[in-house]
């Protein structure tokens, strides 16, 4: 995001562009977000925003994680060191089995289940508004197979009706069967650790109809590591 600023200050059409959209974003000033303070930060998110909430629990619970429901309570935690105590919305998942239902809080869920609500906290607001999500490291705590239904939010009409857009790094190789040679930009380190970036469909000989993945697990790109 600072090189985007830094771009937009040196009059760069894209990056000028890029400046004046509603961006939403799991990157701070420390780089991607950790811990507790995320599940407390999404959920004053979806708290502000009552249907962005409903489309978030039905989203968790189509994605197989488990989940009866999600809902939202105050609870008060005692800060390490001192005997203050601060007060937070947190969210706790419902599980149900035969007609038994029990709740526990969200910190005890998956990594992945914490990762999908996160997350979602995120995309939901940039799909309603049609502006762009920045995301590094999309496929973290996520099972692969999660990165298709992620995607179809931004590529089908009814989830993104205002064309926002998604711009993310990603470790997953399976996501190239997923994206097209212009939406795909691979990086890489040379001896000297600087980073060289460049446009898949900007290397000769890409065709429109290749197989991405296979192409890239087989070095026909670089863009691997030194083993």
Known sequence: ?????????????????????????????????????????????????????????????????????VVIEEASFTNPGSAETTKH?????????????????????SSGT??????????????????????????????PHMLSPIMDLFLSPSTNPHDAQIIFTCHATEILNLLQKPQVMLVEKDERGRSEAWRLDSMKGVRKDDNLYAKYMAGAYGAVPWV
Not at 10 to 21: D, E, F, H, I, W
Not at 114 to 139: F, K, N, R, W
């Open 89 to 109: 919305y947190v969210p706790f998942g419902m599980h149900k089995v035969d007609d038994r239902e029990a709740k526990r809080m969200f910190t005890l869920e």
């Open 114 to 143: 914490q990762g999908a609500y996160v997350l979602l906290s995120h995309l939901l607001p940039t799909l309603a508004t049609g502006g762009m999500a920045v995301i590094d490291e999309l496929e973290a705590d996520l099972h």
């Open 1 to 69: 995001m600072l090189h985007i600023s830094t771009a937009a200050q040196y009059g760069v059409p894209l990056a000028s562009t890029m400046v004046k959209l509603s961006v939403f974003s799991n990157v701070v000033w420390a780089g991607r977000e950790h811990d507790f303070h995320r599940i407390i930060n999404a959920t004053n998110v979806f708290r502000e925003q009552a249907p962005l909430w409903e489309q978030a629990v039905s989203l968790l619970r189509e994605w197989d994680f488990g989940l009866s429901d």
